[in-house]
Each structure stands twice: as structure tokens, then as C-alpha cells.
């Protein structure tokens, strides 16, 4: 890795803000640990962070998401989820809003959450249609925090992000625009944040390689999972982001995901469109 890469690892390394993961997901875990039945309980504490619980009964109650019933309290889906799904969702969506970023100029934070939600979402609906049901949460989580770098860019290196962005608006690949202005990837700085805050490391590993699944040694169905469904928002333009516009799309996930071939997967890809748009037209902050 060149200088400019090492000096924004040491930067990363050197945020206090980052030292730590935010309390409510110790709190939640550690009840469902103790008190694994008691959803009453579980559903007050998390109540007591509207933001939170607004945040979960909107996914729950999306499309892609895919309950068979409307969620209208989030102690009905804690029953109707369980308490390792909303723990999951509890997990993304504080991890995201620890890193929350103000709007710059042709990039919102509800973009970037509508894209990290479909992603999410998708991811866990496929991984279940595709026969890889063991993973559907893991892909979930993975899906919800794949592009935690883009935050650490947006809020703590503001400056390069808008240098990242006038760059690709003169006709650079984001990628390239990362490299030049930061030296290492949006992808990677994930993979450094997930390492930092010790959390799982098939997340370490979906947030480094989710454009390069093929490269995974451990994980490389969940990585797949979370590659095709973050392409589709670029294929159905729904939820898409710049970062991901010019990136290639990595073959190798159609035998990975046990594709007969490249039509039936993208037979497979057309049966989300519609709902990949009911679902962005669903989400709120």
C-alpha cells in the first residue's frame, strides 16, 4: 500500500468516535441472551430510540422484505420476526446512524440509506429463494452495511469525498478517484472499520469483497448474494449510487449461486424489478 493509502488508515485508526460500537447493540444483546422470551421487555428498550423503531417497522413492513402480514408495533415483530432478526436490524441501523453524514450536493443521506435498505432487503429474500436459507440473516446485515466505507468518507473525510466526486464528474471511475484521492477504497476502509469494531468476520469480509466476490475464501455465497443485489440497483436504476456505477460485474457469481447459466440468472434478476421499486417508494427516515 502506498503513503497516501497508509495515511488514511492512520486517520481511520485515529477517530475516538470510532473507538466504540453504539450501547443499544450490547444492551440488546445481552437481553436476548439473558431473557431470550421476553419480547415485552426487549421491545421498551428499543423503543426508547424512536429514530430506531421507525427505522425497523419500515423494513419490516417493506416489500422485499417479504412478511406475509403488516408489522404495526415493534413488539408484533419482535413475535412475528424474533428477536435474532430485529437484533440484526438493530445492529445495522445504529451502526449506520453512528456514522450519520450531513447532505452534500447531489448526495443525500436518504439515498444512501434507500440503496444500503434495498441492498439489505434483497439480499435476504435471495439468499432464501436461492436454497442458501442458513445465511438469509448474515446476507441481511451484509447487505444493510455494505457501503459503511462511503459514510467514513462522507463524514470524516468530507474534503476528499467532494475531490472523489469532482473527479468522477470529469469522467473518472469512482474506484480510480478513491485510489487517487484516498489510496485505498471504500470497500477496504469497511473491511478496516468491521476489524475495528470486532464485529463478525464474514462481515469483514462481504464489506471488502462485495465487488469482487470471486476473490473470498470463506464467504464467497454471501459475498455473490450481496454483489448481484447491489448491481440490480444499478440494472433497475432504483436506489443506485454513483460509487457503483462504473464497477464491473463479476461473472463468476452465476456458477457460485448455482445459476444454470447467465439467462437464467437474469431471468431470476427480472422478477425483482417491480418490487424494487414498491420497496424504495416504502422507505422512510
Given at each position: 500500500m502506498?503513503?497516501?493509502?497508509i495515511n488514511t488508515?492512520?486517520k481511520l485508526?485515529g477517530?475516538?468516535?470510532?473507538a ?5 447493540i450490547?444492551e ?5 441472551r439473558?431473557e ?5 421487555k ?5 423503543e426508547?430510540?424512536?429514530?430506531l ?7 419490516a ?10 408489522v404495526?408495533?415493534?413488539e408484533f415483530g419482535?413475535m ?5 432478526e ?9 451502526l449506520?446512524e453512528s456514522?450519520?453524514?450531513?447532505s ?9 440509506w434507500?440503496h444500503c ?10 439468499s432464501?429463494?436461492?436454497?442458501f ?8 446485515l451484509?447487505g444493510?452495511?455494505?457501503?459503511i ?6 463524514q ?5 469525498f ?11 471511475k ?6 487517487e484521492?484516498?489510496?485505498v477504497s ?5 473491511k478496516?472499520?468491521a ?5 463478525p468476520?464474514y462481515?469483514?469480509e ?8 470471486s476473490?473470498?475464501e470463506?464467504n464467497?455465497v454471501?459475498c455473490?448474494?450481496v454483489?448481484?443485489?447491489?448491481s440490480?440497483?444499478?440494472e433497475f436504476r432504483?436506489g443506485?449510487?454513483?460509487?457503483d456505477?462504473?464497477l464491473a ?7 457460485i449461486?448455482?445459476?444454470a ?8 434478476v427480472s422478477e425483482y424489478?417491480?418490487i424494487f421499486?414498491?420497496?424504495a417508494?416504502?422507505i422512510?427516515l
Open positions: 502506498e503513503q497516501k493509502g488508515l492512520n485508526d477517530l475516538r468516535s470510532l466504540s460500537v453504539p450501547k443499544i450490547f440488546v444483546g445481552q437481553l436476548i439473558t431470550p422470551g421476553n419480547v415485552k426487549l421491545a421498551r428498550m428499543i426508547k430510540d424512536q429514530g423503531t421507525t427505522k425497523i417497522l419500515s423494513i413492513n417493506s416489500p422485499l422484505y417479504g412478511l406475509q402480514r403488516k404495526p408495533s415493534l419482535l412475528v420476526m424474533g428477536s435474532e430485529v437484533s440484526k436490524m438493530v445492529t445495522a441501523i445504529s449506520s456514522l450519520k453524514f450531513q452534500i450536493e447531489n448526495f443525500t443521506y436518504i439515498d444512501y434507500k435498505m434495498l441492498v439489505g432487503t434483497a439480499s435476504k429474500d435471495m432464501i429463494r436461492l436454497g436459507s442458513d445465511i438469509s440473516s448474515e446476507a441481511f451484509s444493510m452495511l455494505h457501503d466505507g462511503i459514510q467514513v468518507i462522507a470524516y473525510f468530507n474534503k476528499e467532494k475531490d472523489i466526486l469532482n473527479l468522477v464528474s470529469s469522467g473518472k469512482f474506484y480510480a478517484a478513491e485510489q484521492v484516498l489510496g471504500h470497500a477496504y476502509m469497511g478496516v472499520l476489524q475495528k469494531w470486532k464485529l468476520d462481515l469483514s462481504a464489506l471488502e469483497l462485495h465487488h469482487h466476490p476473490k473470498s470463506n464467497k454471501l455473490a448474494i454483489h448481484l443485489a447491489d440490480m440497483t444499478q432504483v443506485d449510487c454513483i460509487w456505477k462504473s460485474f463479476d461473472g463468476d457469481i452465476i456458477e449461486l448455482n445459476f447459466s447467465a439467462e437464467s440468472m437474469a431471468v431470476f424489478n417491480e421499486i414498491d420497496t417508494d416504502s422512510t
